[in-house]
């Protein structure tokens, strides 16, 4: 199992792409206060910032960084000649984000050479298509790989045999446990585990009456037991497209404005990879970082922005906290494959919304994505900062 996660990706996008940026700590995310890292730069690392840090403390942490706009066509872009070259050596690959993947090598020894090898020969590709690092981690499990690679990183490869992982994952912080965030990691440690290797010792009755059925998993892992395989073909459940705002709202005409932005850019998608979403989401975050959302199965699964919005905006009236909010997103789920006869339906309202929208679509790849604005689009006041998309289809990378 071959696990490879490209170092820094946005930032190391943003590097490449223009030479002034190299070896400078740089913050790739929203200017605003408000916004958050989307990616720091190895340089600015070494300062304490990481990804999802304030960009307020990041930029006090570190205050000679540079702070560069995200540019997500362009790391999608990016991230489609990566997933290419990882598809030259496994048909199996599962990418779990832009930027990372898991490669089933099983059998190719005799094609790659022994898996270091594989490993070196991987990177050389990735660097040689991209001129972007890579770090790879090699093992017997999905779980292993991955914190070989994250142990190695930037730029590395670590290989742990499977007869070795379980001593080999021992010394390492409970912090690398596969599912273990920041509240979990604080029940350990009060519960007198510092390490993998303590759990693997532990009773895994013990640590499932500490920490629920967790506790069991956490055992099996620090073992270096994981049955994952491969997925090579994974569900696209949700994509969803939020941002935090610049200043915070609560009239439902202004939480409008950004519905319509965001429907536009999921409907977008939506066409772009032939899917039709079954469901919307609404989610509404308050100033004091409360997540609320409301959703609706609709009758009809559709990849039309002008049904995604007029939902969301109905969905609005199921929502009894009066705010004021600092993010706000639309999200579609239960997604599936354009079916044939979309294209043969060529009356009615919905095809005709269909076709301009795809006109838009077409304007907006030829000329840019503002080649065609609504009125909406021109209000001020309302900037977002700090998109996010989130990746959960494995043809999204």
């Known amino acids: 199992m071959l696990h490879a996660d490209m170092d820094a990706f946005y930032a190391s996008v943003e590097q490449r792409d223009d030479p002034r940026l190299r070896g400078r700590p740089i ?27 304030p960009m307020a403390l990041a930029r006090r942490k570190c205050p000679d960084a540079l702070i560069v706009p995200p540019r997500f066509e362009r790391y999608q872009e990016v991230s489609h000649q990566i997933m290419k070259v990882f598809a030259d050596f496994s048909p199996d690959v599962e990418a779990i984000s832009l930027d990372e993947a898991f490669l089933d090598m099983t059998g190719s020894a005799h094609i790659f050479g022994a898996p270091r090898e594989m490993g070196r020969k991987l990177k050389a590709r990735v660097r040689e298509a991209t001129d972007l690092p890579v770090s790879v981690g090699v093992s017997g499990t999905k779980y292993v790989a991955k914190v070989a690679s994250d142990y190695g990183k930037p730029d590395g490869l670590v290989v742990v045999p499977q007869a070795h992982a379980e001593s080999w994952l021992a010394p390492l912080p409970v912090s690398r446990l596969w599912g273990a965030g920041p509240k979990t990691q604080a029940k350990l440690r009060d519960a007198g585990y510092q390490t993998i290797g303590e759990i693997a010792a532990a009773d895994p009755d013990d640590l499932e009456r500490q920490l629920g059925t967790v506790g069991r998993r956490f055992h099996d892992l620090a073992h270096a037991r994981d049955v994952r395989r491969v997925a090579t073909v994974r569900a696209s459940k949700s994509i969803s497209a939020d941002a935090t705002l610049e200043r915070d709202v609560s009239e439902r005409s202004a939480i409008a404005i950004h519905l319509r932005r965001s429907a536009d850019t999921l409907g977008r998608r939506l066409r772009r990879k032939r ?74 309202d919905a095809a005709r919304q269909r076709r301009l929208e795809r006109a838009i679509d077409a304007a907006a790849e030829k000329f840019g994505r503002d080649a065609l604005l609504r009125g909406s689009r021109l209000v001020d006041g309302l900037t977002r900062i700090s998109p996010t998309l989130d990746f959960l289809d494995d043809d999204e990378s």
Do not use: C
Request: hydrophobic fraction near 40%.
């Open 275 to 348: 899917y039709l979403a079954g469901g919307v989401r609404v989610k509404l975050k308050s100033h004091d970082f409360r997540l609320i959302t409301r959703q609706r199965k609709l009758s009809d699964a559709t990849d039309i922005a002008d049904v995604l919005y007029r939902v969301g905006v109905e969905l609005l009236d199921e929502f009894d906290d009066p705010g004021p909010f600092r993010l706000v997103g639309l999200a579609v789920y239960d997604l599936e494959g354009e079916p044939a006869q979309v294209e043969l339906d060529l009356f009615g």
């Open 27 to 53: 913050l790739v995310g929203g200017r605003s206060n408000r916004g958050v890292v989307l990616t720091a730069s190895y340089e600015a690392r070494p300062y304490g910032v990481h990804s999802a840090m």
